[in-house]
């Protein structure tokens, strides 16, 4: 696996300074640039079962306060010559000041929101698909909305959600309704533009998926695969209370985390320390996980 081009740095280090931001990297013809929504200040107690003397002691040789974490939102344009996608949206205006900033990272990255051909959804929780729309308006207006099947099918059966998914409800079922006729459902495995492929990442959601950038060093952007890397690389099982399904979740972590190792392959996410372009190792009994530096 190439190891060029890492840097040690703490993983969680300049994430307050980075909401409206954008990083690029590159992956063959394809431009993928990082936008910064912002950050939120992540209490230990959202890991279950996890106390903080624990999440210290394995924070703690990385460089990271366990107990002053902040975690990034993170959305994606990926540009070809002629066509501009975007990879989640980000809080939109729902939340606090620290976070809805897409839009100003957008236009960082020199692009209108109507410009967007095309929004790729990792899943419809609402610190991805809140961005999707503003009062009954959407922000990408000549977009197709491109979800997963088992995404749309979880948010079209109500009864069958806990409260704590129940709580992101409207926002999904608003960020459907504003796209309408111009959505478009896909299933792990289809290329749903060409040269980036729809990945099955289940748990988180039932229909959460990543998408693969085909290339000579390719790239996976997952969603919620991985919230606090200084933590969840050395302990994969360490879970977030709104993983719909733990334990579909930590398997999904392990493998991926797994894979990328294997392969080499670069990876991002949404909640990774912003821009989040990095490599994934084998390190002890887990991972590690090593920031890229930009283009
Ligand atoms: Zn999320």
């Known amino acids: 696996m190439p190891a060029d081009n890492t840097t040690e740095a703490p993983v969680t280090a300049g994430i307050r300074r980075s909401a409206g931001r954008s990083v690029t990297a590159t992956v063959g013809d394809f431009r993928v640039t990082a936008l910064c929504d912002g950050h939120v200040d ?3 107690s959202r890991f279950v079962g996890v106390d903080l003397d624990q999440a210290k002691a394995v924070a703690a040789p990385l460089g990271v306060d366990a107990g002053d974490l902040a975690v990034s939102v993170n959305a994606f344009a990926i540009e070809v010559p002629g066509k501009l996608y975007l990879v989640d949206a980000g809080n939109g205006t729902i939340r606090g000041p620290g976070l809805g900033h897409l839009i100003t990272a957008l236009a960082d990255a020199g692009h209108r929101p109507e410009d967007v051909d095309a929004m790729l959804m990792t899943h419809m929780h ?3 698909a809140a961005g999707l729309y503003d009062s009954d308006r959407s922000v990408f207006p000549n977009a197709e909305l491109i979800v997963s099947e088992a995404e749309r099918a979880f948010w079209d059966a109500p009864e069958k959600l806990d409260d704590l998914q129940r709580s992101q409800l409207e926002i999904a079922l608003q960020g459907f309704d504003t796209h309408g006729g111009r959505t478009t459902l896909a299933n ?3 290329e749903v ?3 980036i492929t729809m990945v099955a990442l289940p748990g988180h959601t ?5 998408f693969r950038i085909d290339g000579p060093d ?4 997952w969603g919620d695969v991985v919230h606090v890397p200084a933590l969840q690389m050395a302990r994969p ?12 979740a930590i398997a999904t972590r392990q493998r991926i985390l ?3 190792a294997s392969e080499g392959y670069r990876v991002t996410g949404a909640h990774v320390p912003f821009p989040g372009f990095a490599r994934i190792e084998r390190h002890g009994g887990g991972f590690a996980y090593h920031p890229l530096d930009s283009d």
């Open 42 to 44: 992540f209490d230990i």
């Open 126 to 128: 609402g610190d991805h």
């Open 188 to 190: 792990a495995g289809d």
């Open 193 to 195: 533009v060409p040269g």
């Open 206 to 210: 039932p229909g959460h998926v990543g």
């Open 218 to 221: 390719p790239m996976l952007i």
């Open 237 to 248: 099982e360490w879970y977030f209370r709104f993983d719909a399904d733990p334990d579909t």
């Open 258 to 260: 797994d894979e990328a």
